[in-house]
């Protein structure tokens, strides 16, 4: 047996031998990791979790997300599943290893779920939001929390370029050239331009996204938005399947994955409370 830290060093877990399935929701700033991904030098969120998840179970865990972030691009609801045979209360998963996490890093909720469960594999979907500060002046205390421009935008025009990405398409033009996917065909469900005050946010909802695909989009509808482009542009922009067509690759700092999306049965939260400032934040 081991001891919970979440509750107070109190006994309440036992190894069974029986492997169980664990989901975790995720939240974390990601100014300053090297993205999710873990690597030998360290320094990523994922490599963070797991080293919290194995002092709190008192042996080696490994997790697999839902989908991985770059280096400082945030998390509200990032989703992963581990497999142990430690048996424990579903909020001990919560306290336990938050207690050995940073501050920048929370476990948000935890599920026992069936071996059929798959974090990555059973997602139907995945969500982002980008927010992004309009103003004369570069911010200060959302610094690395939101983007930057400083010339006014055209709500009408970049929701107008926006639609020319709306369902399944090879999006070439939008994909770096460390990406990894086996295909650059994707479905774009959603994009959303909502403004409130000097706050801009821009919302994604798609089958799955590739490497910079986010932030390329991003820089093209910042073109639009102050005039640099029309919006029919995004159109000719898609078509080229070429990412020198495209804009350069808009800053991380105000990109958030908002969380997967699975079908009803696994009994997974898809929303969590946090970043309340957000426009439309659930």
Same mark, same amino acid.
């Given at each position: ?8 060093? @109190? ?33 990523? %969120? ?38 142990? !045979? ?20 929370? %476990?948000?909720?935890?599920? !026992? ?28 205390? !959302? ?5 930057? %421009? ?42 959303? %331009? ?34 640099? @482009? ?53």
């Amino acid at each position: 047996m081991a001891s919970d830290p979440g509750s107070g060093g @109190q006994t309440s877990a036992s190894s069974t031998g029986a492997i169980r399935r664990i989901a975790l929701g995720v939240s974390y700033r990601g100014t300053n990791y090297k993205g999710w991904q873990s690597q030998p030098s360290g320094g990523t %969120v994922q490599d963070a979790l797991e080293r919290a998840l194995s002092r709190f179970a008192a042996q080696p865990v490994k997790v697999m997300c839902a989908g991985r972030t770059d280096a400082g691009v945030h998390g509200l609801n990032q989703v992963v599943h581990l497999d142990t !045979e430690l048996s424990r209360d579903p909020f001990s998963w919560v306290r336990g290893p938050n207690a050995f996490l940073p501050r920048d890093i929370a %476990v948000q909720w935890a599920v !026992e779920v069936t071996p059929a469960f798959h974090a990555r594999n059973s997602a139907r979907g995945r969500r982002y939001a980008y927010v992004l500060l309009e103003s004369a002046v570069r911010p200060a205390m !959302e610094s690395g929390q939101v983007g930057w %421009v400083f010339r006014p935008l055209d709500q009408q025009a970049m929701q107008d370029s926006a639609v020319h990405l709306i369902g399944e398409h090879d999006f070439s033009s939008f994909r770096s050239s460390q990406c990894q996917s086996p295909t650059p065909i994707k479905t774009l469900r959603q994009i959303q %331009v909502s403004k409130i005050g000097p706050y801009w946010r821009f919302d994604f909802e798609g089958n799955a996204f590739l490497h910079h695909m986010i932030r390329n989009i991003m820089g093209c509808l910042i073109a639009v938005g102050t005039g640099g @482009q029309k919006p029919d542009w995004m159109r000719d922009v898609l078509a080229a399947r070429d990412r020198d067509a495209a804009a350069p690759t808009f800053s991380p700092d105000g990109l958030y994955f908002l969380g997967p999306r699975y079908d009803e049965q696994w009994g997974l939260p898809q929303e969590v409370p946090g970043m309340v400032w957000l426009p439309g934040n659930s």
